[in-house]
């Protein structure tokens, strides 16, 4: 009679025994696999949720950015549009001319030609822009016996190099007239009315609304009709421009680009309105950047909070895992060590005749540990296979987020060789559990002496 029959009439003599034992190591494997199996689980999920939340962050921030972007674009063009309310910041003038009679008059007296307007227009200057070639003139009106400032203006000049703008100033029409607040209110004037000034007839097409400046006393009529009256033909005062959103001393940029195309000229920065436009103008871009930067504050804040709550649960689960497989394995093996030592006791006389028969205490211990071993491969592959959908189960019972639900053993595995390492070593932890198990009990069966057990004593 060969070991193995032995191992196998052992087994078909006592199955209880064996499937109680072949249970217990079962158990023991599944909760391995299972445990195991959740745990890599949640860290592949907590890794697909954090990618999916980082791809939905990055795409909010990115459409913030057009959001901010669009709305800066928005904030600026209607700050620019108020403050070209404020008028022109920037004037050209000749280099003769002393800028105290500006302040102090209102007005100017040095000349310089109207074609170096065009000049600035044609060099693609990028310091400023709204060209206005203009003549400037505090003066006498006799018709109505007061005093006022004349102001010739026509179209801007256009920057060629440059997207066209909407004008800051429109251009006044020959024979029409725009008149300040002071003027109209005093001398009663309506739109549409005619009035004489100089001895030539215009035609009122504005009045201007108060404006607290020197612009409340002043008339505006074309260009070319002014430069008649005061006898400068082709000739301006000033040139009038905006400055751009340059970075640094802005005037300090303008003043030498200019000095380059029109020498003989000084350039003067009404600062009060400059420095206006370049605080609006920061101000809409802190707005946009604060926007953006919350945005990307919440994206963050978000992902770390989902972070901390996944990190928490994987924490909950692993603390469970550590606390429920000691105390299983420990249990199986006390169960197999158990069954064990009860068959033993309980067969004292089945391994005297054997012993009687010849068997040696080697041969002995392998029946009865061969049966160990084999409880735990069969226990062990059946645990494996229930582990597998206990674990998925659990998985699923535990975490119940939408991205949990689609990771299965597959996905497990592919994003966790070791889940795999496992699988093929619990088959292997389940034979060795059950052969250590048994071991005391297959030294006690070994360890009999067949005359003592088959005398009854």
Known sequence: MTLTHLIFREITHRKLNFLLAVMAVAIAALAIVAADLVVRRDAEVTRRIMVEKQSATEAAIEEKVKAVAAAGADLEDA????????????LVLPETQDAAELHLKGSLTETMPESYAQKLADSKIMTINHLL????????????DIDV???GTRGEVPLMHRDMKKPVLDAVKPGQMVVGHAIHTKLGFEVGQKVKFMDREFTISKLHPERGSSDDVTLWIDLGQ????????????????????????????IRAEISGILPGTQVIE????????????TKAKEVAEASLAAEKLAGEA??????????RLQRGHQQMANFVLPLVLTLAAVAVGLLAYLNVRYRREEIGILRALGLRTRQVM??????????????????????????????RLLDRTEVASSVGLTEALIASPGLFVTLMATPVLAVVLSTLSSWLAATMAASQDAAVVLQGE
């Open 79 to 90: 700050i620019r549009l108020q403050m070209k309310g404020l008028g022109f910041n920037v």
């Open 133 to 144: 070639p203009t003549v400037l003139k505090q003066m006498r009106w006799p018709e109505q």
């Open 149 to 151: 400032v004349l102001y």
């Open 226 to 253: 002014a430069q008649e009256i005061l006898g400068l033909q082709n000739l301006v005062h000033a040139i009038l421009a905006l400055e751009c959103e340059c970075a640094g001393d802005r005037i300090a940029q």
């Open 270 to 281: 009404r600062y009060s309105q400059a420095l206006a436009r370049a605080e609006s103008r």
């Open 302 to 311: 978000t992902l770390a909070r989902e972070l901390a709550s996944r990190t």
């Open 366 to 395: 392998i029946v009865f540990l061969g049966k160990a071993a084999l409880s735990g491969v069969i226990g062990g592959v059946a645990g494996v296979v229930l582990g597998i959908g206990a674990g998925a189960v659990l998985g």
